[in-house]
């Protein structure tokens, strides 16, 4: 397969036409929240740094890493965007992403980019946040884990919805429970150590050559954990 | 941080793109990733999709290149021009 014919998010036709219009009933209002969060105020040093931080995440999600058996992953950025610019930037930026990704690369279906959305855009940075808020005792683990844990529950997340599609369609639509759950999260589990090697490298880096960066996501204690 | 160092981090992000894709299609190009994966082995056909995309990712290294070029230029000024859209509305 070629990069041109790559179709790395949910495309439409794969999930039942239900759990399709659950996944834009249940990512919107959260987007909405995110947007209303940030529009109530934006830091005016975000803007540029948030600007390259998004388009630096588009070009490094086309960027497919093996993982063995014949299979890739690629970054999604999430626990990035939330570590350098909060869960209501991280919430934004992967949203602006994922829309251009399906509109104007025909990365993932139109239908579908409520579900892509709710698994990446909504389910991975809040999976993020959880993670660094949880482990604020335990720092040293607390950027590899969110890493990890955002792509695997997100990935997990998919598979739900897959089974869920297969369980309400009779079969028409989805894939079987007992296939797309353990497949998910077998291939996840492994991708999402390559999204957290690449996290961390990225964050270490960036707290040794401009830490000013960790602070306006107001994630302090993740400054202080690789530093 | 000031401008330029902003267009030195779009700079070394572009590199190391540039880098990345070359490393891409020497090992990962010809393969599925994981939702595509799980599709392929259950023998899920892809349906037709619904929108046709003006764009694709490219085929070859220039191909993906350039397709990157434009999507990093469009997520910027998306992202930038909203964000500073929202700040002015809050100053006003």
Known sequence: MLLGEVNTHIPDGLMDPVVVGLGWAIALPFIALAVYKLNKKVDERMVPFMAILAAGIFVAQMLNFPVGGGTTGHLVGAALAVILLGLYGGILVLTTILVIQCLVFGDGGLTALGLNLLNMAVIAPLVSYGVLRLLKKHQSLAVPLAAWASVFLAALACGLLLALSYTISGGDFGIVASVSIPAMAGWHAIIAIGEALITTGVVVFISRVAPEMLEMGKNQEVKEAVV | ?92
Do not use: C
């Open chain 2, 1 to 92: 941080m000031n401008w330029k160092s902003y267009g030195k981090a779009t700079a070394v992000i572009l590199v190391l793109f540039a880098i990345g894709l070359v490393g891409y299609f020497a090992f990962s190009a010809a393969f599925p990733d994981g939702l595509e994966k799980v599709m392929e082995d259950n023998h899920v056909e892809e349906a037709e999709q619904v929108w046709t995309a003006p764009l694709s990712y490219g085929e070859n290294w220039a191909g993906a290149l350039i397709a990157g070029l434009i999507g990093f230029a469009l997520t910027f000024l998306l992202v930038f021009l909203y964000l500073k859209g929202m700040r002015s509305r809050q100053k006003a």
